[in-house]
């Protein structure tokens, strides 16, 4: 038998075709990232308007818990804590049990005497109260623009609502409450802002901690909150859209108001639908929509 033998003659990439090829694969690349990281904006987006939607939602049923009243903006008149709005709201985001540990301690902001069951409360990173676009906070989750260890925000609350009348006295400073309930807001719930973003580490060193009861002068940058109504100058400033950090004092970062990382300010209202908010909204609007009493209509930049 003869047996015949086919030599099949194989050959590799030339050296021109292998960077053909490498060109192709880095054009589709190139083609794909933009398409990836929309989607990825896109994500994060969303994700920060519901976290918006559910504070709104968790005031609801603050309110329906306790007679129609609305959380304070900040709190000192409980027997074992101090604690901002944020801290308020933890039994209503399914964070009931960092709530019950935080009033066995002195404060939520406060390392706790050795032995209590709380441990470092204020370290918690809580997903609600934190913004993907918010490019100040830490890989830890930890407020900006340096590693605190307070678990930081990436939301503030409206104070011309929720801290709009004083009550002296208490652990360390006055109580903010609000003049209002949520059924006899004058100018509606769908008219009037409840919480925006404001990034964690806008603030004077240290940062947006969702732990800290501060409000006062000194303190009030802590403070997950916009829209003093004593700072007549500063409250009712429009949003910042993706300013750069907080850096001393020469950052356009601006702790007294609003800011974002995304291309719009999203707001969440008081009836707790959530909307995007241009950094081009003129101040009467965006004051109409803060100020809770105005009986103005929105402009038609709203």
């Known amino acids: 038998m003869i047996r015949i033998l086919f030599r099949r003659n194989l050959r590799g990439?030339?050296?021109?075709e292998l960077l053909v090829v490498i060109?192709?694969?880095?054009?589709?690349?190139?083609?794909?990232?933009?398409?990836i990281q929309q989607v990825r904006n896109s994500a994060g987006l969303a994700t920060c308007g519901n976290n918006l939607k559910q504070l709104a939602?968790?005031?609801?049923?603050?309110?329906s818990a306790n007679n129609g009243k609305l959380p304070p903006s900040c709190s000192r008149d409980k027997p074992s804590a101090a604690m901002?709005?944020?801290?308020?709201?933890?039994?209503?985001i399914e964070q009931n049990l960092l709530y019950t540990q935080g009033i066995s301690t002195v404060t939520f902001y406060t390392s706790p005497s050795p032995g209590t069951p709380s441990g470092q409360v204020y370290s918690a990173t809580i997903k609600t109260f934190q913004c993907p676009a918010d490019y100040t906070l830490?890989?830890?989750?930890?407020?900006?623009?340096?590693?605190?260890?307070?678990?930081?925000?990436?939301?503030?609350?409206?104070e011309m609502v929720f801290g709009s009348t004083t009550v002296g006295g208490g652990l360390?400073?006055?109580?903010?409450?609000?003049?209002?309930?949520?059924?006899?807001?004058?100018?509606?719930?769908?008219?009037?802002?409840?919480?925006?973003?404001?990034?964690s580490g806008?603030?004077?060193?240290?940062?947006?901690?969702?732990?800290?009861?501060?409000?006062?002068?000194?303190?009030?940058?802590?403070?997950?909150?916009?829209?003093?109504?004593?700072?007549?100058?500063?409250?009712?400033?429009?949003?910042?859209i993706q300013p750069n950090p907080w850096n001393g004092w020469t950052s356009p970062c601006d702790v007294w108001r609003p800011n974002t990382g995304h291309n719009a300010c999203q707001?969440?209202?008081?009836?707790?639908?959530?909307?995007a908010v241009s950094g081009l909204i003129s101040q009467p609007t965006w004051q109409y929509a803060v100020t809770a009493d105005d009986k103005q209509a929105m402009g038609s930049d709203w």
């Open 13 to 16: 990439f030339t050296l021109i």
């Open 23 to 35: 060109a192709i694969i880095a054009v589709l690349i190139g083609l794909l990232l933009p398409a």
């Open 57 to 63: 939602l968790a005031v609801h049923s603050y309110a």
């Open 84 to 92: 901002n709005i944020l801290a308020n709201l933890l039994p209503y």
């Open 138 to 158: 830490t890989d830890d989750g930890f407020a900006g623009p340096s590693p605190s260890g307070y678990g930081g925000s990436s939301y503030a609350c409206n």
């Open 172 to 199: 360390g400073g006055n109580t903010y409450r609000s003049q209002y309930r949520l059924g006899n807001i004058p100018d509606g719930t769908g008219n009037t802002i409840a919480f925006a973003e404001r990034l």
């Open 202 to 240: 806008c603030g004077f060193g240290v940062g947006n901690y969702w732990a800290h009861p501060g409000h006062d002068w000194g303190s009030y940058q802590l403070a997950p909150s916009f829209g003093m109504q004593w700072a007549n100058a500063n409250w009712n400033l429009t949003p910042q």
């Open 267 to 275: 707001v969440s209202m008081m009836d707790g639908s959530v909307r």
